[in-house]
């Protein structure tokens, strides 16, 4: 797809930020949050989750594991670069940096939360259909309505229009087998923003992976928003400007 090409900005820094776009999204997503840190000082890599920016059946090819393998090797290759490593993750791209800071906890200097989630809103109702529906169909058309049967990253500019169900299904297992259990082995300080009046995962997410996060060091940020991708919502700058603060604290 064009647009959704990976992102890399080597700018020989110590510190390294890698950018984790959303389910069925793109690291288009994070295009001017990795202009921003870039001109920080910051080497950037935003990648392409395997299964992402091509089409939807190359997505439904792919399983939670081949998710975990695509962002470690992500993380390996900003590694090589950079010292310390801070992971932002929007929507699903946090539970993905959730499960980067648990298998490299050393090197993982910091965690951004954009969104993520724990559960969508209508989150039973919506699980129900998924797996109802996947009977006897294959994929979820998305729509442009704020929030009825949609449940992931509508607004981008560079994403897939349809959702295979045995991916949402993943997208589930992943959230229950991975992020859940592990929240508590995570030491790693966190970051964690959340859109109050989120359309599509439950504000309720952010209070949990707050509970029960192993870190001592968490904080939890709320901005007045109707939007969940962060990146596209009229607060971002002020947003960019707090996510700086929490790397700069991290990386001292």
Not at 2 to 24: C, Q, R, W, Y
Not at 68 to 89: P, T
Not at 138 to 143: A, E, F, G, Q, V
Request: with cysteine; charged share 25%; aromatic share 14%.
């Amino acid at each position: 797809m064009k647009g959704a090409e990976p992102i890399f900005v080597d700018k020989n820094s110590k510190v390294g930020i890698l950018l984790l776009h959303g389910f069925t999204s793109t690291p288009y997503q994070f295009k001017e949050v990795a202009d921003y840190f870039a001109k920080k000082g910051f080497t950037i890599y935003v990648p392409l989750i395997v299964g992402h920016g091509t089409s939807p059946k190359d997505l439904m090819r792919t399983t939670m594991e081949d998710w975990q393998k695509s962002a470690k090797e992500a993380y390996l290759k900003l590694k090589e670069r950079s010292q310390k490593i801070v992971v932002a993750g929007n929507s699903f791209g946090g539970n993905l940096a959730f499960y980067l800071a648990r298998i490299f906890p050393d090197s993982t200097a910091g965690i951004i939360s954009l969104g993520t989630p724990i559960w969508l809103k209508f989150h039973w109702l919506t699980k129900l259909g998924v797996y109802l529906c996947g009977w006897f169909k294959r994929y979820h058309r998305k729509t442009r309505r704020i929030y009825k049967i949609d449940y992931t990253d509508m607004i981008d500019e560079v994403t897939y229009p349809s959702i295979p169900l045995k991916s949402l299904k993943e997208f589930f297992k992943f959230i229950e087998r991975e992020t859940m259990p592990n929240l508590k082995n995570i030491k790693t300080p966190t970051f964690i923003m959340h859109a109050n009046v989120d359309p599509v995962v439950n504000p309720d997410s952010a209070i949990y992976i707050y509970e029960n996060l192993g870190s001592p060091y968490k904080r939890i940020y709320w901005f007045n928003s109707r939007e969940h991708v962060v990146t596209n919502d009229g607060h971002r700058f002020d947003l960019l400007e707090k996510a700086l603060k929490f790397i700069q604290e991290v990386t001292k």
